[in-house]
């Protein structure tokens, strides 16, 4: 298989061990852990529109331009709030599996 040289994923020779755990996962739960949660997605949809402006669509017609590299910066700051999101769900979902003062 052949990569350029804007991979995103790592080639095989790399040692991922994150990578080589998903694919050792079967489909369904790939798809599982993709789907983003309802109420995690509603406080990126806040944030963002927190960030780009509140102004109600229907009534305003709003374009917004940015150069390349402030989009990047946003698009970097939606992943990083997307991966604490998670995080902080994964850790809710151990503390409400675990007793009480397991969870560090």
Known sequence: MHHST???LPTPSDSNSL???IQTLPPETVSQLSTP???AR???EYQLADLLGTLPPQHFGITITMNRQHLGHL???AM???Y???NAQQRL????????????
């Open 6 to 8: 804007n991979q995103i």
């Open 19 to 21: 990578l080589d755990y």
């Open 37 to 39: 949660d309802p109420e």
């Open 42 to 44: 509603q406080m990126m």
């Open 75 to 77: 698009l970097a700051s």
């Open 80 to 82: 990083m709030s997307g």
């Open 84 to 86: 604490f999101l998670k």
């Open 93 to 104: 979902l151990l503390e409400q599996a675990l007793p009480a003062g397991e969870v560090p």
